[in-house]
């Protein structure tokens, strides 16, 4: 059996020391500011990209990786004996999955897996996290995918947003709710069902009942039994304090220990902004998810 190579793109959002720890290689997505483009993580951080939100008063815009450097990646790997698995970004979010799969067909069956996320931010870190265990504990490349895929539809991903106007900037929500959202002060809490991005429920007045409503959500999965305890994740664009606050919240229930901290990256930065904070986990068993009504 072949040694097996995990490898993700930029928007994993977790940090480089954590992926360096469980032997993960990351390829950058391409963010593209006034026509130039910047190496994610690379050649231009999160503040940068915030900051150049502000100077031209629109998004910079983001690009997948392109199948030339999927191909020298994997080669890298396949001719020093391994297996590879790429866990790419959502593929109902960027072309990076259907790039990946292109990339694969230059290979032998059985020695490049492409992975389909269905997700985005530190939900994909959450995943790499169970694979690296898989990894360590033996499995075949096709062992560790078969396991993956029943674990990716069960990833939770559920986002506070602190402003309204990066998805107004982006397209993502019409002129008239993002003037009613900041008006009435409504703080949306996106979740992520079966690769898409919706509303799920809108905290009111103040960003910090957006995040109590977060951990209240999480604390009825626990109770139920519904959450894989290996470990969690919080992850914000910049806002360590609402980092904290829900650390200190959900600590409360979960172990310390399992609870992982990081900083979001360039492309959650460039479509939700400052001050995003996501709350990831892994339940045990599938549950539809309310959504707020269009």
């Keep these: 059996m072949n040694k097996v190579k995990i490898i993700a793109d930029s928007t994993c959002d977790i940090s480089k020391e954590k992926l360096a720890e469980l032997d993960i290689d990351m390829i950058p997505l391409y963010v593209v500011i006034k026509g130039k483009q910047y190496l994610d993580l690379e050649e231009i951080k999160w503040d940068e990209v915030i900051q150049k939100v502000k100077e031209n008063n629109e998004l910079p815009k983001t690009a997948a990786i392109n199948i030339e450097t999927f191909v020298e990646k994997f080669r890298h790997y396949v001719d020093l004996g391994y297996d590879v698995i790429f866990l790419s970004l959502g593929s109902k979010f960027s072309s990076n999955y259907n790039n990946a799969r292109l990339a694969a067909k230059e290979f032998e069956d059985g020695r490049i897996y492409v992975l389909d996320s269905q997700n985005l931010s530190s939900a994909i870190g959450l995943m790499l996290m169970k694979m690296a265990i898989f990894r360590d504990k033996g499995l075949s490349a096709q062992q560790i995918v078969e396991e993956m895929e029943k674990i990716i539809p069960l990833t939770q991903t559920e986002t506070a947003l602190e402003t309204m106007s990066y998805l107004y900037k982006g397209g993502r929500c019409g002129a008239l709710k993002y003037l009613v959202g900041s008006l009435l002060k409504f703080y949306p809490i996106v979740k992520v069902n079966d690769g898409v991005i919706n509303v799920h429920k809108l905290g009111k007045l103040t960003f910090k009942n957006a995040l ?3 951990a209240t959500d999480f604390r009825k999965d626990v109770e139920q039994g519904n959450v894989d305890e290996d470990f969690i994740i919080i992850s ?36 939700c902004g400052p001050g995003t904070t996501g709350f990831f986990y892994i339940r045990k068993n599938k549950v539809e998810d309310e959504v707020v009504k269009r």
């Excluded at 650390?247 to 220990?257: H, N, T």
């Excluded at 901290?261 to 460039?270: K, Q």
């Design 212 to 214: 109590n409503i977060i």
């Design 236 to 271: 914000t664009v910049g806002n360590e304090k609402a980092r904290q606050y829900l650390y200190e919240k959900v600590s409360q229930f979960f172990p310390k220990e399992k609870i992982f901290l990081f900083e979001a990256g360039c492309v959650v930065s460039t479509h």
